[in-house]
């Protein structure tokens, strides 16, 4: 699976949109991007996925760029409640074991 | 649906002591997986079990071993517990290795004195 590069940490004001970015630049051809978060310490929670077209559900939008080498979350309002550690992950989608390595994310801070 | 459960919550064990963490999940799930997370860390995959029957080593194995029960559960035994276990171990699972939402359980928290 390939290996992904985030920031450490980010700011975001309440209302405004957060926009985490990614960088997976060994990305293959059949490895999908993956976003969860992971609030104060609870189980992870899924939050959107992608191959290569932009992709929109009700809790974020992705946005991968041409070259598939890197991405961008974004949260279009954020509320306080979206504190939390944003992970990026890139692996196949088919035909392995489902297994996520998890990086070190980035920590969101949504301030008020 | 309870989702994926995990119990227990918390548990302090003594070096040396052994213990088995259990997790449960009702949504007819094929693959389940358990994690530990360290504090400051990002999580790492102990075992994992792509269908009933069968079980593989994650990136951190040694000191673990599993059971797939049955299609809903999936145990973790640590057998001989040491200081470096204490971490936050997380049970997930899904529908398939074909699928792409992971569902985790709530954790369960445990010290190794």
């Known amino acids: 699976d390939a290996k992904t590069t985030q920031p450490t940490s980010m700011d975001c004001a309440e209302g405004r949109a957060a926009n985490l970015p990614c960088n997976h630049s060994?990305?293959?051809?059949?490895?999908?991007v993956y976003w969860y978060r992971q609030i104060h310490s609870q189980g992870p929670q899924y939050i959107i996925h992608?191959?290569?077209n932009n992709e929109t559900n009700e809790m974020a939008s992705l946005i991968i760029t041409e070259d598939r080498k890197s991405s961008t979350l974004i949260l279009p309002h954020a509320t306080l409640r979206d504190t939390a550690v944003y992970y990026c992950?890139?692996?196949?989608?088919?035909?392995?074991?489902?297994?996520?390595?998890f990086g070190q994310g980035t920590t969101l801070q949504v301030k008020p | 649906n309870a989702g994926v459960t995990q119990t227990p919550k918390f548990q302090v064990l003594k070096t040396g002591q052994s213990m088995t963490l259990q997790c449960a999940q009702d949504?007819?799930?094929?693959?389940m997986y358990w994690y530990r997370q360290d504090p400051g860390m990002g999580l790492r995959l102990i075992y994992y079990?792509?269908?009933?029957?069968?079980?593989d080593k994650g990136e951190v194995p040694n000191g673990y071993n599993v059971s797939r029960l049955n299609k809903r559960e999936f145990s973790l035994r640590l057998e001989s517990a040491a200081p470096s276990q204490t971490s936050v171990y997380f049970c997930?699972?899904?529908?398939?290795?074909?699928?792409?939402?992971?569902?985790f359980g709530p954790g369960t928290r445990l010290t190794v004195l």
């Open positions: 992608g191959l290569k």
């Open positions: 997930a699972s899904t529908r398939g290795r074909a699928f792409y939402e992971q569902f």
């Open positions: 992950i890139v692996r196949i989608g088919s035909g392995n074991t489902g297994k996520l390595i």
């Open positions: 060994t990305i293959s051809g059949n490895e999908y």
């Open positions: 079990s792509a269908s009933e029957g069968t079980t």
């Open positions: 949504m007819n799930h094929n693959s």
